[in-house]
């Protein structure tokens, strides 16, 4: 399967997904067939803070057309930001969604997990995941906490590196949201926070949302190669 990625929000986070889908199919032997596309990273958050949903899905339509043109036989947003219009953009998309939502949902329920603690941006924790997670009781940051692990994981995003403040802001909350919300996990519901969590012991077990789409990409394009 010829995999067609919508890349650029962020830049960090499109590496991540290149470098994953590079090491699997290696390690497969199963040639990697892949084309990305650059999003604007600004104008996504400008429309996420808006809500603009359909706004944001025409911008990815357009750029799922431009993956068509090239071969994909499916795309998928490098961005678990970027899945707040997910459906709409699958309503109108000439190619198959590929979203990592249910995935990451399924990830949950095979770890048996009750109570999931999630990080990501204000809308991606306000919506509890956008409402995919049917498999566990969901917590967030409250107050303050909230404002401060959004602002955190957007200026990760905008610079594409993490700071040890950011970090450390990060670690504190999900350390927060198991020591006394009651998580048994957190689920990394931003492709950008591999930035602060990547190779580091934050404290607390982890499901990372960028690593179970990853995976999801890779398993469907060898079953349609």
Do not use: W
Not at 11 to 22: N, W
Not at 175 to 188: D, F, K, R
């Amino acid at each position: 399967m010829h995999i067609g990625l919508i890349g650029g929000i962020g830049p960090a986070a499109t590496d991540y997904y290149y470098r994953g889908l590079i090491k699997r199919h290696a390690s497969s032997r199963v040639p990697l067939e892949l084309t990305i596309v650059h999003a604007d990273i600004a104008e996504l958050v400008q429309n996420l803070a808006n809500h603009d949903r359909h706004r944001q899905a025409n911008i990815f339509v357009r750029l799922v057309r431009r993956l068509q043109a090239a071969g994909a036989d499916a795309a998928a947003i490098t961005s678990i930001g970027g899945h707040f219009c997910v459906s709409e953009l699958a309503a109108v998309s000439p190619l198959p969604i590929v979203s990592a939502l249910p995935a990451v949902d399924a990830a949950i329920n095979s770890r048996n997990i009750k109570i999931i603690g999630l990080l990501g941006t204000r809308t991606v924790m306000e919506s509890r995941l956008y409402g995919a997670i049917s498999s566990a009781e969901i917590v967030v940051p409250e107050d303050k906490a909230l404002d401060s692990a959004h602002q955190s994981y957007i200026e990760m995003a905008l610079a594409g590196r993490a700071t040890d403040a950011q970090r450390r802001t990060l670690f504190s909350i999900g350390q927060h949201l198991c020591q006394v919300q009651g998580a048994e996990a957190i689920v990394l519901g931003g492709t950008d926070l591999v930035l602060a969590f990547e190779g580091q012991d934050c404290g607390f077990p982890v499901i990372d949302s960028a690593e179970v789409h990853v995976e999801a990409l890779y398993q469907r394009s060898i079953a349609e190669t």
